[in-house]
């Protein structure tokens, strides 16, 4: 099973931009598929995007879809989530996972077997 190790959260201000790194080790990263979701205080957890593992497809939620950029380097074992125009809004803790299940991502966290400590993100106003 892969393990998974989030990098890259921190504090922001509004309209400011962060890059999330999702470092794999323990299995070769390649044949998952990879997302990211966030939970925010006295919410559940969410789905923000993810990635099919040959990235030829990717996926956001509404509600980042123009800000934020899923990638991955396979070569490097690491996933990325490049954050643009961050709102308060977007403050949350930030998880990788990563699942082998089906033939592309999925928005589901249920589909994800692998996941990350989190990494928290804050964006001030």
């Known amino acids: 099973q892969v393990q998974l190790v989030e990098s890259g959260g921190g504090l922001v201000q509004a309209g400011g931009s962060l890059k999330l790194s999702c470092a794999a080790s323990?299995?070769?990263?390649?044949?998952?598929?990879s997302g990211w979701f966030r939970q925010a205080p006295g919410k559940e957890r969410e789905f923000v995007a993810a990635?099919?593992?040959?990235?030829?497809?990717?996926g956001y939620a509404d509600a980042v879809k123009g800000r934020f950029t899923i990638s991955r380097e396979n070569a490097k074992n690491t996933m990325y989530l490049e954050m643009n125009n961050l709102k308060p809004e977007d403050t949350a803790i930030y998880y990788c996972a990563a699942s082998l299940y089906g033939s592309t991502w999925s928005r589901f966290p249920g589909v994800y077997g692998a996941w990350g400590q989190g990494t928290q993100v804050t964006v001030s106003s």
């Open positions: 323990g299995s070769t990263f390649s044949p998952y598929h």
């Open positions: 990635i099919n593992r040959m990235s030829t497809d990717s």
